[in-house]
């Protein structure tokens, strides 16, 4: 089929806001106090009206006759683009925090060249959410000094958190086999340029919030080829339940 | 949790040309906190264009038992609303 690179691509920028909206929206109620719960609410809204522009999109562009739900709720664990990072549970505060550090770092530098896109509705879709992004990671950043700066037991534990998710960003910059074309085009952003530029700038602030750089060589990959982690099914099944349990559902 | 944080209160600006008015309270560990919390709970609806913090602490507040000394006796003073002078009707908004 004609659009199949580009549907793939879109998938795999669309499922990572999926898939962390979902995760942040778990935490919807449990915030560790009112103003931290309303700000990871509004984050996870945000990304969710994200992922619906890029859906409706893919939908528009794929042959089938389908909509955003489909996508969203109908795939399998293995049709599902996102990196490992953000299926990664809600362990702690500090796990939540770091998680939305290392990832917003990257999908911030990923929507300022994904706005230059020769693809007009993913450059639209970018620019809009660049503005959203960066209070994302200005709020992520803000907390991972705030906690790193803090008391001995908040340092331990993103220091922790830092350390066991560190493995999970170079999958960040990986790109589908498909992608080359789309590449060539000036469609699809080329993220191992992206590698440098990432890391230089997490280091600084992990530096900063007076925490130390993991030097783990090792990396864990296969989300952005549908192998996920363990936690992905306990993720869809809360996702899809509806759309499986009452097909064609409505609110 | 036990909130331990101290207490700010938030000012908005609705809009350019409007003063910042109180919105209301929030807790936070620091300014910067404080400002990104308010954000978050006072201005998601679209209310504002500017906005300020500041530590609760920092406000210095009338007691309301000395309501009688410091308000009451301005009650009686109609003379000092600008209600005695006869406009021209040119004048207009004033």
Redo the contacts between chains.
Sequence with gaps: MKNDNLIQYIYSIADNALILGQRLSELCGHG?????D??IT?MALDLLGQTRSYFQYAAKLSEEDITEDDLAYLRTERQYRNVLLVEQPNRDFAYVITRQFLFDAFHLLLLQKLQNSADETLSAIAKKSIKEVS?HF??SS?WVK?LGDGTDKSHAKIQDAVDNLWTYTDELFHNLGTDSELIEKGIAIDLTKLKEEYYNKIKEIISEATLSIPESKYFQKGGKKGIHTEHMGYLLADLQYMQRTYPNMKW | ?K?N?PLWEVFVRSKNGLEHRHFGS?????A??AL??A???YT?RNEGVSIWVVESKHITASNPDDNAELFEPAKDKVYRHPTFYDLPDEVKHM
Aim: charged residues 35%.
């Design positions: 560790p106090s009112l103003e931290t309303i700000g509004n209070y200005r709020f803000d705030r | 949790m909130n944080w929030l807790h936070a560990a620091d910067e906190m990104e919390n954000r978050d709970v998601r």
